[in-house]
């Protein structure tokens, strides 16, 4: 089993609004942060979100108040949800887990925002 499950990625208006899912598998235990990263060609990854165990977060500056990031730490699983995405927010988003001084990443989604 793969350690994150990222889904909900896909096409979206500008405008519009997508809700990003990734579920930690149960054998990852202890989670203290997960995270939403997204990478585009020929770029590093950044950080979009951040979510620590007890609900603090951090957002990027580019998405402040557009996107939300929320956990449910019974299901083991975070959610991104994005609000007015613009065309620049077009990339493959990640999801990061941390347990202890390990992280975990998922496949990547592909989040393209298009009219």
């Known amino acids: 089993q793969a350690p994150l499950v990222e889904s909900g990625g896909g096409l979206v208006q500008p405008g519009g609004s997508l809700r990003l899912s990734c579920a930690a598998s149960?054998?990852?235990?202890?989670?203290?942060?997960m995270a939403w990263y997204r990478q585009t060609p020929g770029k590093q990854r950044e950080l979009v979100a951040h979510?620590?165990?007890?609900?603090?977060?951090i957002y990027a500056d580019s998405v402040k108040g557009r996107f939300t990031i929320s956990r449910d730490n019974a299901k083991n699983t975070v959610y991104l949800q994005m609000n007015s995405p613009k065309p620049e927010d077009t990339a493959v988003y990640y999801c990061?887990?941390?347990?202890?001084?390990?992280?975990?990443w998922g496949q990547g989604t592909q989040v393209t925002v298009s009219s």
């Open positions: 979510i620590t165990s007890d609900g603090a977060t």
């Open positions: 149960t054998s990852i235990l202890n989670i203290r942060a």
């Open positions: 990061n887990a941390q347990s202890g001084g390990s992280f975990y």
